[in-house]
Nanobody
Framework: QVQLVESGGGLVQPGGSLRLSCSAS????????MAWYRQAPGNQRELVAR???????NYADSVKGRFTISRDVSRNTVYLQMNSLKPEDTAVYYC??????????????WGQGTQVTVSS
């Protein structure tokens, strides 16, 4: 079994910063791609950023230069540092990790979601 726990969301003023964390635990053999998605009310879930096993990264155009994704392999944790936040960044943020367990092939596991609200 695998569990993902997210933390770090909240209310922040425009221009502010937040750091999201997502930690995986359980019978994990390996983790390759780690990613953050977000979903605003009435919108589809969209990819925000992802980091591959070789540490290369991809970002949505809307967050380039403001958000940074990173990972701590030893802690099975992925982070999303969000700077210069804008009201349009308001959404529920989900982590998604591609995990191989000791008994199952690679599959995607999702966090429970954390609310980020950017408002004055």
């Amino acid at each position: 079994q695998v569990q993902l726990v997210e933390s770090g969301g909240g209310l922040v003023q425009p221009g502010g910063s937040l750091r999201l964390s997502c930690s995986a635990s359980g019978s994990i053999f390996s983790i390759n791609t780690m990613a953050w998605y977000r979903q605003a009310p009435g919108n589809q879930r969209e990819l925000v950023a992802r980091i591959l096993s070789g540490s290369s990264t991809n970002y949505a155009d809307s967050v380039k230069g403001r958000f940074t994704i990173s990972r701590d392999v030893s802690r099975n944790t992925v982070y999303l540092q969000m700077n210069s936040l804008k009201p349009e960044d308001t959404a529920v943020y989900y982590c998604c990790l591609n995990i191989r367990t000791w008994t199952q092939p690679v599959q995607a596991y999702w966090g429970q979601g954390t609310q980020v609200t950017v408002s004055s």
